[in-house]
């Protein structure tokens, strides 16, 4: 038979709260920081082995000079430092995010789960961008591929901060709280991410010479963009207290005007 609405309001309740319960954030952040060091190993693996030359082929080709046969593999070596700068600051972003939380839930351990998921996707995309040809379709899939899978890691850890700020005052430290001196860096933190991952990815819908080499320069650049983003931030921050500390001023000074006039000049 069909359930009745008073069951199915309980059920909904019991869901919920299954997902409200807390998790151990030290296992939480202990699984997760194996996960990223496990991936920067797999890179690191990767390029060890596909990407150093030969002893025989330096000395015949390269005329035994080793720094010019290095050279050859100059691409895969960029792709590899872009993609270990992409995990290095995921890993300080979630960092950073775990560092604010308080209290676990469930539902920001799925979160995680799903982030880590596609953070575990980083070497396949390094081996996608370093492998196809350049000025090729199959470049531009290669590194949209990337976008993607950068995208989605990025994308569930704003959404393990947005869960956090549904119930605040449990769950994150005062700092990370709406109006807390660290709110807007860090959704300006989390957002980066999955901004520049979409930006990259029109990118290669609109412009044909989007190749690899700029997109792996642009991973490298992100580093200081952090520090800019912080920069932009305290400067923004600063001028709007300083605009209205400036309104709140004007405004005590026209109150102490209105005491200091006669109730007839106030009246006039």
């Known amino acids: 038979g069909q359930r009745s609405e008073e069951e199915e309001h309980h059920s909904l309740e019991t869901f919920t709260f299954y997902l409200s319960e807390p998790l151990s954030k030290e296992r939480v952040e202990a699984f997760s920081d194996g996960v990223y060091a496990i991936v920067a190993t797999l890179l690191i693996l990767d390029i060890c082995e596909d990407n150093v030359p030969d002893p025989r082929e330096v000395e015949e080709k390269f005329h035994g000079s080793l720094l010019e046969a290095l050279s050859e593999y100059g691409p895969n070596y960029l792709a590899y430092f872009g993609s270990f700068v992409t995990i290095g600051l995921l890993w300080f972003v979630h960092h950073s995010l775990f560092l604010y939380v308080t209290k676990a839930t469930r539902l920001m351990g799925l979160l995680n789960i799903l ?66 001196k660290e709110h807007a860096f860090m959704f300006a933190k989390l957002a980066l991410y999955p901004c520049v991952s979409l930006g990259a990815f029109f990118l290669t819908c609109l412009l044909s010479e989007f190749s690899t080499a700029i997109f792996h320069l642009m991973q490298i650049v992100i580093p200081f963009a952090f520090l800019a983003l912080r920069i932009f931030v305290r400067i923004s921050l600063t001028a709007i207290k300083s605009v209205m500390s400036l309104s709140r001023r004007k405004v005590v000074l026209l109150e102490e005007e209105e005491a200091c006039l006669s109730p007839t000049e106030t009246l006039s």
Do not use: D, M
């Open 115 to 180: 982030s880590l998921a596609f953070i575990g996707g980083l070497p396949l995309a390094y081996q996608l961008t370093s492998e196809f040809a350049e000025k090729s379709h199959n470049e531009i899939e290669a590194i949209q591929v990337s976008c993607v899978i950068t995208f989605f890691a990025s994308i569930f850890q704003f959404a393990i901060w947005t869960t956090a700020l549904l119930n605040e005052e449990e769950t994150l430290h005062p700092f990370a709280r709406y109006g807390g």
